[in-house]
């Protein structure tokens, strides 16, 4: 049975591949794993039918046959567990690979996502540059141990696996920013993640949501 997750009918990131169904996106081009997506409306995120996948009514969801999962990390990680090629066979590798998808989501990318949020919606407010500053400092923190962790190697733990596919996917929330650039090392871990086949095909489907949306739209405006 082919397995079908949920995306943003209109995503706010405007076809940047920032939002999370790019990870899951991203995970099953990698395993070469066919998936149907159900393009969802802010509206019908918040419906008793989507909330019941979903209770905090947010995208992603999975769905494969009696199997409903949400939160994009939680997808990955079944996925990587059920299909090869996310994780390492060896035991040991495969939890250093799984602790570094925690790593991605729950170390890395809090300050990473409170810094785009205020860039969005607090640069308005009288405290903005003092409070940017203070999250500014906290991300580059951040980017300072995983680069000096990271070093010369190619991947986080040995070849790239959902690790690597979750903390590119944190990493590029701060492409507006210009911050990863300060880091070499960091800069060449995107770079190489990014220019991967998978991530191309998925980037690619999840753009072409927002083109398609934005083909409509002006296609409904008055002449």
């Not at 009288?126 to 010369?152: F, I, K, N, P, T």
């Not at 903390?167 to 090392?185: D, I, Q, S």
């Amino acid at each position: 049975m082919t397995p079908t997750i949920t995306a943003f009918e209109t995503s706010p990131d405007r076809g940047k591949g920032l939002a999370r169904d790019m990870r899951v996106r991203w995970a099953l081009e990698e395993l070469g794993q066919p998936y149907r997506v159900r393009l969802l409306s802010f509206a019908a995120m918040k419906q008793p039918a989507h909330l019941a996948l979903h209770p905090f009514g947010q995208i992603p969801t999975y769905e494969d046959g009696g199997l409903a999962l949400f939160e994009s990390g939680a997808i990955v990680l079944h996925l990587a567990e059920r299909h090869p090629g996310l994780l390492p066979a060896d035991a040991d590798a495969r939890m250093r690979a799984i602790a570094w998808m925690f790593a991605a989501l729950n170390t890395v990318e809090p300050p990473i996502f409170e810094r785009a949020m205020t860039e969005v919606l607090e640069r308005e407010r009288s405290w903005y540059a003092e409070r940017a500053a203070m999250l500014d400092e906290r991300v580059h923190r951040r980017l300072g141990e995983l680069s000096r962790h990271l070093g010369d190697a190619d991947w986080l733990d040995g070849g790239f696996s959902a690790g690597d596919l979750l903390m590119t996917t944190v990493l590029l929330r701060l492409a507006r920013f210009g911050t990863v650039e300060a880091y070499p090392n960091l800069a060449g871990y995107l770079a190489r993640a990014t220019a991967r086949p998978a991530y191309q095909r998925a980037f690619a489907a999840q753009r072409e949501v927002f083109e398609q949306s934005q083909a409509a739209a002006e296609g409904a405006s008055p002449a």
